[in-house]
Nanobody, 130 residues
């Protein structure tokens, strides 16, 4: 099993920045390493469906960013630390909500579809407010 834990959320003023982290652990990770997993980041605003905002291949050589956050959000990973990051800049109130990371044992692709991922974290709350 693969466990994911998000961190780095909090309260931030409009225009501010946050870096979210997704730390992975588990027996499966010991056998294959995090490089065997594509990672996605998802945003769920209150009363809305979960939406993919970024994805990164197992090696980190390719990323996919949702058009509406292109230029403000970026994703990266450090497989040696079993951690994936979501850098969020120029935040606005629409960015508020829960952010989840998810993993799929398909290292070669990227996807923003929630159904493509088998493993999920519990989420971290981001609130953008003055």
């Amino acid at each position: 099993q693969l466990q994911l834990v998000e961190s780095g959320g909090g309260l931030v003023q409009p225009g501010g920045s946050l870096r979210l982290s997704c730390a992975a652990s588990g027996v499966t990770l010991d056998e294959y390493g995090l490089a065997e997993y594509a990672i996605g980041w998802f945003h769920q605003a209150p009363g809305k469906e979960r939406e993919g905002v970024s994805s990164i291949t197992g090696s980190g050589d390719r990323t996919l960013i949702l058009d509406s956050v292109q230029g403000r959000f970026s994703v990266s990973r450090d497989n040696a630390k079993n951690t994936v990051y979501l850098e969020m800049n120029s935040l606005n109130s629409d960015d508020s909500g829960l952010y989840y990371c998810a993993a799929s044992h398909t290292p070669g692709w990227v996807s923003l579809r929630p159904g493509a991922y088998a493993y999920w974290g519990q989420g971290t709350q981001v609130t953008v407010s003055s």
